[in-house]
């Protein structure tokens, strides 16, 4: 049986899927994450984000900074915002109350969203009933789906 070696565009497609398919392991410059990624993306983060690798957890935080603020600022300067915040959380260890510690943070969000410009939170998508619009009749029940309930 002979076996013959494998043509040189075949040598460089193995090649090509062995480079996409190395993973290493990125660890978030400012929450810790770590988190599995090819080279190449790692590469573009840190483009982006002026050397740092940043998670995408924390790049939606950064992006959100930069919208929350009433006036422009940088990139960088939203980073910023974003690691001290996050540097405060690691620093204050974990919560005496986690139930508690759950049921503020959630207050806090749902403060920050509403006090977000209106146009950035999302509208409902189903339409609003005018001022003076008569609705027709709605869907109705000619009768329950369990005779139980309806007493027959």
Known sequence: MVVSAPAPETQATSAKLVAQSEIEFAKCDCCGLIEECTPAYIE?????????????????AVKDEIIRTERLISTEEAMTRHMNFCQKFVSSGPPPDPTVHLISAMRSILRRS?????????TPTSPTRKVGEIRGPGLTRSES????????
Request: charged letters at 30%.
């Open 145 to 152: 789906c369990f005779p139980t309930l309806s007493g027959r």
């Open 44 to 60: 573009r983060v840190r483009e982006r984000y002026q050397g740092k690798w940043i998670c995408g957890l924390c790049a939606e």
């Open 114 to 122: 509403l006090d977000s410009p209106r146009g950035l939170r999302s």
